[in-house]
């Protein structure tokens, strides 16, 4: 134990605690521990969200009215102290070598009287208030002593704080700290950092906190961006690395699809083409496939995905797809037979709503190899499901399944090639954290005639005008989808609920069948009002969320949302995505009643885009990664300093940057590569010491 702060700052290293540095006591340690700072190493990589330019000293007969300026002012008064009501107000009087004055002023910082003596001069930094003649004034300056005008000149930074620490406290302990020149490890060799034009570490480390100019900022940022960005993905290619099997048995000999492309009644697109193209070269290699396929609502995932099917069967082994809902999984089986049937092949469905007769048969058929494709919900992962040489497992929006669902899907083959399909459009650089452990592929183009959905913005005083255009849609013989987000009515939140709005949309379309679906049901009951609905037996569905996923009733033309305010952006265009799925033109109306510039910009893109990934790009831009379809939840990394929107070049220079480490060292063998492979343990632990080592 240190007796005191004399011997500890004597002895400061990165893991030392930041109550050991100078200024910090028991208030000030809780404070900086509510900003995740608890070590000297945390208070080090505490870095500063923008800067304030402060390169030039600007004499006081230069000041300009509402400028920030940095001066030099020699008090001509003493500093006085005035009690108003509820305010204590602190004065001066400074000039410099111009002759001018600037009259100074602060509130309720008494210690101030102490701090300033009369014919001292100091450095100052403040906003002008009022510029008359040969006077000036200024509120709140920050004060310095003149020899730190080396450190204050230059660009300022300035850190997020939370009550009880200011901006000036911070810098001071930062200043501390970097004074001492504590020796952050540097993870990269000269030659690697040569080789990607990086700096080294500490000056990178002391330049983000004191840059001098924007350069410097630049090339700190970049420095420090880059390792993050390399650590992570090196976790990421090490844990994928680990699991490939490098020494298939099932690599397929014939990769001819011609037979297939005859029976379908339309061409790929060529974007259709590329990723086919992609699963072939994985399917024919010796590496296992593990492949995620991402594509906007209607670009042809699921006839790419029945190529990859195809495929698997004529090699010899069986196939399975895997949906989040009954009512997916029954359209895929419905669409999938009718081209499988042609080519001979035998396909099955397996959900919570096959009798336990059903799946028995269905079983032994599947063991005997009498079935060459199952089709299923998570119903198809029960122990009992044995296949008999399982070869493609096909795993339908993936992110409504666990790792460990489709994991388990997997392990009831030898060797199993995987792939994943995702209507969820995400910009490439998240994808590429979201899914780092799948190859990615891209459908990036919708199918000649599609059309795209026309959607307006309206409010509640619209309701009339909205009816008259659902009834003549209906009476054209057309289908409405009805959306809101809750179950039941909350006043709390003043949002309509499904129950509300199913009776005064009973009320309103008396002559209508109007239904109503959400997640509070049996699946049966679930199922059966779907089925109405895309047989035509019901008008209007009024429905929560339940109907986002893959459901298509082309006969359906209208969407409305209700609360549209209250949804994501990627959500409403998933939901928009239920129409315009058939030859006839297409609506959605998103209604809403909130006012505020955000929600409104957000519709605006919806009213302006029909493109996913635009929409998903937008969307993070206005809710930042971490909020983007709840990946805090789903292990969304967090970084120091990285902007995934922003940083995509330095992502994809980390990217290759990594495959050229693993194609040298795979294992973090060689010298030069030490400082990496510990940082890696250090930052990632445990769950790669049997994958690097």
Request: net charge neutral; glycine share 6%.
């Amino acid at each position: 134990m240190y007796n005191c702060v004399g011997d500890i700052m004597e002895n400061i290293k990165l893991d030392t605690s930041v109550q050991y540095i100078k200024g910090v006591g028991p208030k000030m340690y809780e404070l900086l521990n509510k900003l995740g700072i608890y070590t000297v190493k945390d208070l080090i990589e505490y870095y500063p969200r923008v800067y304030e330019d402060r390169t030039k000293v600007t004499s006081i007969d230069e000041f300009v009215k509402d400028q920030n300026v940095l001066f030099f002012g020699t008090l001509v008064k003493p500093v006085s102290v005035v009690y108003a009501k509820r305010k204590k107000i602190i004065s001066t009087v400074v000039t410099d070598e111009s002759g001018s004055l600037a009259f100074l002023t602060w509130y309720n910082q008494v210690y101030i009287k102490d701090r300033l003596k009369e014919g001292e001069t100091y450095l100052f930094y403040g906003k002008v208030g009022s510029v008359s003649g040969t006077r000036a004034t200024l509120d709140s300056c920050s004060i310095y002593d003149v020899e730190q005008l080396d450190k204050i000149q230059g660009l300022y930074p300035i850190y997020s704080l939370t009550a009880g620490i200011t901006q000036n406290y911070l810098f001071k302990i930062i200043n501390e700290i970097m004074d001492k020149d504590i020796l952050v490890r540097e993870v990269f060799s000269e030659e690697f950092r040569r080789k990607y034009s990086l700096a080294e570490i500490n000056y990178a480390t002391r330049n983000v906190h004191f840059p001098k100019s924007f350069d410097m900022v630049n090339v700190a940022r970049n420095r420090i961006i880059f390792e993050e960005l390399f650590l992570f993905q090196l976790a990421l290619m090490h844990m994928k690395d680990s699991n490939l099997v490098t020494n298939k048995t099932n690599v397929y000999k014939d990769m001819d699809c011609s037979e297939f492309l005859k029976i379908i009644p339309f061409e790929l697109t060529n974007a259709q083409k590329k990723v086919v193209e992609q699963i072939k070269g994985d399917l024919s290699s010796n590496i296992v496939m593990n492949r995620l396929v991402q594509g906007d609502v209607g670009s042809g995932k699921t006839m790419v995905a029945a190529i990859a099917m195809y495929l698997a069967v004529k090699n010899g082994y069986q196939a399975a797809l895997m949906a989040p809902t009954t009512i997916l999984a029954n359209q895929h089986y419905l669409e999938l037979s009718g081209y499988f049937e042609k080519l001979n092949m035998n396909v099955e469905i397996i959900t919570s709503s096959t009798t336990k007769k059903q799946k028995e048969k269905i079983i032994e058929r599947l063991k005997n190899k009498e079935i060459d494709v199952l089709i299923g919900t998570h119903s198809i992962i029960e122990d009992n499901v044995e296949f008999n040489n399982l070869g493609l497992v096909v795993t339908d929006e993936q992110h409504r399944f666990g790792v460990k669902q489709r994991m388990k899907l997997s392990s009831k083959g030898n060797i199993v090639d995987t792939l994943v399909m995702t209507a969820t459009p995400i910009p490439r650089s998240l994808a590429i954290i979201l899914y780092g452990d799948l190859d990615l592929s891209i459908i990036d183009e919708l199918p000649p005639g599609r059309k795209p959905v026309e959607t307006c913005v309206v409010n509640d005083s619209y309701n009339q005008r909205v009816y008259n255009f659902l009834r003549k849609q209906i009476t054209e013989g057309r289908q409405v989808y009805v959306v809101c987000p809750l179950v039941e009515e909350n006043e709390e939140l003043d949002l309509n609920s499904v129950e509300k709005l199913y009776e005064e949309y009973k009320q309103e379309f008396k002559d209508f069948n109007v239904e109503i679906l959400h997640g509070k049901m049996k699946n049966k009951e679930k199922d059966a009002i779907m089925q109405n609905f895309k047989e035509n037996k019901t008008n209007i569905l009024i429905s929560t969320t339940v109907i986002e996923v893959g459901i298509s009733v082309p006969n359906a033309t209208v969407m409305v949302i209700e609360n549209a305010d209250r949804f994501g952006l990627a959500a409403l265009h998933q939901l928009r995505g239920r129409v315009g799925r058939g030859s006839a033109a297409s609506y959605c109306v998103l209604k809403s009643n909130n006012k505020s510039p955000i929600a409104r910009e957000r519709l605006d893109i919806m009213r302006k885009s029909n493109d996913g990934f635009l929409i998903a790009k937008k969307d993070l831009e206005l809710r930042g990664p971490g909020d983007f379809f709840g990946i805090r939840q789903s292990g969304m990394p967090e970084f120091k300093l990285a902007n995934l929107l922003t940083d995509t070049r330095v992502l994809e220079q980390t990217q290759q940057a990594v495959k050229d480490i693993m194609a040298q060292d795979k294992h973090l063998e060689m010298e030069e590569n030490r400082n990496i492979k510990e940082a890696l343990f250090e930052k990632y632990g445990e769950q790669l010491r049997n994958i690097v080592s």
